[in-house]
């Protein structure tokens, strides 16, 4: 029983990151400067890429959900990352 709250946990972590993936702006999205701010038209560029790999290292008391809570803000933010678990957690 407590393993299915567990995994309904874990799903409404990555439903909630997802969401957070949609709702975003777009990651090369066009800023144009506010009216009257300059005597020449500009426009500014914001651009947002992956920062680099996570290294995420889980411990041996509740494995899947650490796990997931560290996962799925680095594949929201588009990073690959590492995952190592505890030699002591369960594989089940």
Do not use: H
């Not at 947002?48 to 790999?53: C, F, I, L, N, S």
């Not at 997931?68 to 990073?79: D, I, T």
């Amino acid at each position: 029983a407590e393993a299915t709250g567990d995994v309904g946990y874990c799903a409404d972590v990555l439903d909630y990151y997802a969401g957070l993936v949609e709702d975003a702006p777009r990651r090369d999205a066009l800023a144009p400067p506010p009216d009257g701010y300059f005597d020449v038209p500009l426009a500014a560029r914001a651009v947002a890429y992956p920062r680099g790999v996570a290294a995420l290292i889980t411990p041996w008391n509740f494995p899947l959900m650490q796990a997931v809570l560290k996962m799925a803000p680095a594949v929201a933010a588009g990073c690959p990352f590492v995952l190592k678990p505890s030699p002591l957690a369960s594989m089940t």
